[in-house]
């Protein structure tokens, strides 16, 4: 009888501790036409499995191209990537909201619900930018960490402040991936191996 209500003690005064999630601002200030334009995804992080692994088999620098219209409350980012040997575009449009440097879109495929926050720009060279996807119904929610570059290269003094920003949402440095570049991607185009 004592053990079952040790047991039964040591059940409920069991405590989860639960760890909360930090809390992601957007830039202060945030400029969206200055956001716009060709930026580079140089570099990755992602609590995902499956994005993760497709990232390391296919470490590729996408490019992209943000657009915005000034009526609309949304923007379009197109992004290029050699998907089986061939050069394929891809459009996805976001949701401005009501903070500054927070865009929203949905993701049938996965029917998930994803909230991009730009955490850190100078706009002429880098952004750094959050994602927190949360799949519906089972409400699983993944972060993924994303480095963009107007230019391809990234300098190391920029790659440390991105590690620094990756471990604050709980990953380590090791996970991050550094995509590759493999030549200019024009939609429609094979790729030709030599």
């Known amino acids: 009888m004592v053990s079952i209500l040790v047991v039964g003690l040591a059940c409920f005064l069991q405590v989860v501790i639960v760890v909360p999630a930090p809390l992601i601002l957007p830039q202060e200030n945030f400029d969206l036409n200055r956001f716009m334009g060709t930026w580079y995804e140089t570099v990755v992080v992602s609590t995902c499995p499956f994005y993760m692994q497709r990232k390391r088999v296919?470490?590729?620098?996408?490019?992209?191209e943000l657009?915005?219209?000034a009526s609309e409350g949304n923007f379009t980012l197109m992004s290029s990537t050699y998907r089986n040997g061939t050069c394929k575009q891809t459009s996805t449009t976001y949701d401005?909201?009501?903070?500054?440097?927070?865009?929203?879109?949905?993701?049938a495929r996965f029917g998930a619900d994803v909230d991009s926050f730009v955490v850190h720009t100078n706009y002429d060279e880098y952004a750094m930018m959050?994602?927190?996807?949360?799949?519906?119904?089972?409400?699983?929610?993944?972060?993924?960490?994303k480095f963009y570059s107007r230019t391809m290269n990234v300098t190391t003094a920029v790659l440390d402040d991105f590690k620094t920003l990756v471990r604050q949402h709980g990953m380590?440095?090791?996970?991050?991936?550094?995509?590759?570049?493999?030549?200019?991607?024009?939609?429609?185009?094979?790729?030709t191996k030599s």
């Open 58 to 64: 296919n470490p590729i620098i996408l490019a992209l």
């Open 67 to 69: 657009q915005h219209v």
């Open 96 to 107: 401005l909201t009501d903070s500054p440097g927070q865009f929203f879109h949905h993701v």
């Open 130 to 145: 959050v994602l927190i996807s949360t799949e519906r119904p089972l409400e699983i929610k993944t972060t993924t960490v």
């Open 172 to 191: 380590n440095d090791g996970a991050i991936i550094i995509n590759k570049m493999t030549g200019e991607c024009v939609p429609g185009k094979q790729v």
